[in-house]
């Protein structure tokens, strides 16, 4: 397969020249470098965590996840520097050195960023096509590149802000970058950007019934929505915030990075709602309480529902009644989606043995549960306390608002 061996020869390339970029500046300030791969290093688990989770009926193999991080992380970035230099410098050169300082990164960065992150969704789609069976699988594999890409830019930036300090071998440059480009521009930064693109390419590629000018539009949309806010956050546009001061800055971000966020997360909600409905149809049509109720396939559709229905096995049963409620789940959801691809490989399910082996796993998580004196796996009628969520969620918004007031220099 040429594309593997494609992806493999870049990541070893690339990976070797960004060791060597963290080599030179671990010699130089070690402390600073190593707390910035750590600080960014862990704020990269929840996201990962957030982005898997995401396709709650379909879990993409973890290989594949980690490969689509590394592509960001790895080829994405080091191929992107030259890249971006040579597109200033083409700006420079055809109108003004002034418009490129000004105007550069909110081309540059769009131009050359999202077609190396878009790149990386094709590279995955060449080597393991059979994992992209809907636009939301092309969003989680987009958003993983966007956060590798994401998170190594965000280390160069932290150690650029050492070395601009002047002040040696501290810390406190990396700490102001975390909150900076962590929480202030992280949730509405690359992750989003590349999972519109990876959207794009999915839907590309999994609307076949329609004509090839609606699926190109679909790329075009996706890359074009990316580079759009690629392009505005980059921007000159309220750099100097809303009213001045500090406020004003913090201001100016939100307005710039809010919409972006909604938006994309807006987008995945539908996108995983028309997912769950074309999957969880298969359960449905089977009528069989023996693998799925129909209480049990609505709450399959609903995060919040299937949440619930642990928690109250929890209540009934105990942490194996929550985890029995978990499996059984994890196996229908796995069922509904290997009987929707016999269905569209063979037209039937027929005697499929992959359908007959998911559909002993949910009988054997149906027993498990029944023993555990769980008969359906659904939410409780008993009432939630989410106020303490609530107030914790509450304390830590303004904690994080307070710290990236100080990075900013607002005190």
Not at 34 to 39: G, M, S
Not at 234 to 249: E, R, Y
Not at 287 to 293: E, F, R, W, Y
Request: hydrophobic fraction near 55%; charged fraction near 15%.
């Amino acid at each position: 397969m040429p594309a593997f061996w494609l992806l493999s020869g870049l990541l070893v390339v690339c990976g070797i020249h960004l060791l060597g970029i963290f080599q030179t500046a671990y010699g130089r300030w070690p402390t600073a470098t190593l707390t910035a791969i750590v600080l960014f290093g862990l704020y990269a688990v929840p996201f990962w965590l957030f982005i898997a989770s995401l396709d709650f009926l379909e879990r993409e193999p973890w290989l594949l996840l980690a490969t689509a991080f590394a592509w960001g992380a790895a080829v994405a970035p080091i191929v992107a520097i030259p890249g971006n230099r040579a597109v200033h410098d083409l700006l420079a050169k055809l109108i003004s050195p002034e418009f490129a300082a000004a105007w550069g990164s909110a081309i540059a960065g769009p131009t050359v960023e999202e077609l190396l992150k878009g790149l990386g969704v094709v590279v995955l789609v060449l080597i393991a096509r059979a994992q992209i069976n809907s636009v939301l699988d092309g969003m989680v594999y987009g958003a993983l590149v966007g956060l590798g890409f994401q998170i190594v830019e965000d280390i160069i930036y932290a150690v650029n802000a050492v070395a601009v300090a002047g002040q040696g071998d501290e810390i406190g440059p990396v700490i102001s970058t975390v909150f900076l480009r962590g929480f202030l521009s992280g949730l509405w930064s690359h992750t989003i950007f590349s999972a519109l693109v990876g959207g794009g390419i999915a839907y590309f590629l999994v609307h076949t019934q329609r004509s090839l000018l609606n699926r190109l539009a679909g790329v075009a949309v996706g890359f074009g929505g990316a580079w759009f806010l690629h392009f505005l956050w980059n921007s000159p546009l309220l750099a100097d915030g809303v009213g001045g001061g500090v406020g004003g800055i913090l201001l100016g971000l939100l307005i710039k990075g809010i919409p972006a966020l909604l938006l994309v997360l807006s987008l995945a909600w539908l996108a995983r709602s028309r997912e769950a409905r074309f999957y969880l149809a298969e359960l449905g049509e089977l009528g069989d309480p023996h693998v799925a109720t129909p209480g049990e396939v609505g709450t399959l559709a609903e995060a919040h529902l299937r949440a619930r229905a642990r928690h109250h096995a929890k209540k009934v049963a105990g942490g194996k009644g929550e985890r029995a409620v978990r499996t059984l789940q994890r196996a229908q959801c796995r069922y509904a989606v290997e009987l929707a691809r016999a269905r569209a490989a063979h037209g039937a399910p027929g005697a499929d043995p992959v359908v007959a082996g998911a559909r002993q796993s949910v009988l054997e998580a149906r027993h498990r549960l029944a023993q555990l004196g769980v008969d359906e796996a659904l939410p409780g009628t008993h009432k939630h306390r989410r106020w303490l969520w609530w107030a914790l969620a509450a304390v830590l918004v303004v904690l994080l608002l307070m710290s990236a007031f100080r990075a900013l220099g607002g005190g």
